[in-house]
């Protein structure tokens, strides 16, 4: 499905705190996610990815999470810092014919930390 | 290794006239695609090229265009401009692996079409 951004979901959190991003995608048979992040005037800045064949990836400071059966990702921020506020956006991969392929993209989730 | 390069940075154009943008890809990468990014929509999926053929389009008029080089350079094309064409417009680079996929992004090209 297409993203449509009419309202960024807005999550604030503490700094320190652990931050919990969700995402749900549309397609079932796609098998690449990505998580990205956008700071104001950038462009999206690749976080981490998983395959279908894992449940959870971990990286510095963060951990995907995919659950198949609901069609629903993760990010979880370990001790969540002012340098993490900005847009995050889960984005999906799809298959068009036999060469075809782009990123689906949700609709994002804007992060605020505060002091 | 130098990143996703996309020219100009900022662009103001009037409704009726025309517009090319321009994107280099990571060095080695050979998959280009771009991507329309406006508050209401997202960020919404153009078409993508791949050794100069373009491999996958989405859901925008054919006012819309692009083409790739030889050098995997991309440039995108959009003809008689509309209000609604004000947006982002981001280039994504990657090596196309199968098995692992990251999409690189540019700063992206602000389009403001008056």
């Known amino acids: 499905g297409e993203s449509v951004g009419l309202h960024l979901p807005t999550l604030s959190v503490q700094e320190g705190d652990n931050s919990i991003i969700n995402c749900a995608y549309s397609n079932s048979a796609s098998d690449y996610f990505i998580w990205y992040k956008q700071e104001s005037g950038k462009g999206p800045q690749f976080i981490i990815d998983?395959?279908?064949?894992?449940d959870k990836r971990q990286g510095q400071r963060v951990t995907v999470l995919l659950n198949k059966t609901v069609k629903h990702l993760s990010l979880q921020i370990a001790a969540t810092q002012p340098g993490d506020s900005a847009v995050y956006f889960c984005?999906?991969?799809?298959?068009?014919?036999?060469?075809?392929?782009?990123?689906?993209f949700g609709p994002g989730t804007r992060l605020s930390v505060l002091p | 290794k130098a990143g996703v390069t996309q020219t100009p940075r900022y662009l103001i154009k009037t409704r009726g006239q025309q517009v090319t943008l321009s994107c280099s890809p990571i060095?080695?990468?050979?998959?280009v695609s771009w991507y329309q990014q406006t508050p209401g929509q997202g960020l919404q999926f153009l078409f993508e090229y791949f050794s100069e053929t373009q491999r996958n389009k989405g859901n925008f008029p054919g006012r819309f265009s692009g083409r790739q080089f030889s050098n995997s350079r991309s440039e995108m094309n959009v003809s008689t401009l509309e209000l609604g064409d004000s947006a982002l417009y981001l280039c994504?680079?990657?090596?196309?692996?199968?098995?692992?996929?990251?999409?690189?992004f540019g700063a992206g090209t602000r389009l403001s079409v008056l």
């Open positions: 998983i395959r279908s064949n894992m």
């Open positions: 060095s080695g990468h050979r998959s």
């Open positions: 984005a999906e991969k799809v298959r068009q014919g036999n060469y075809g392929q782009n990123f689906v």
């Open positions: 994504a680079s990657s090596s196309r692996d199968w098995t692992k996929n990251i999409q690189y």
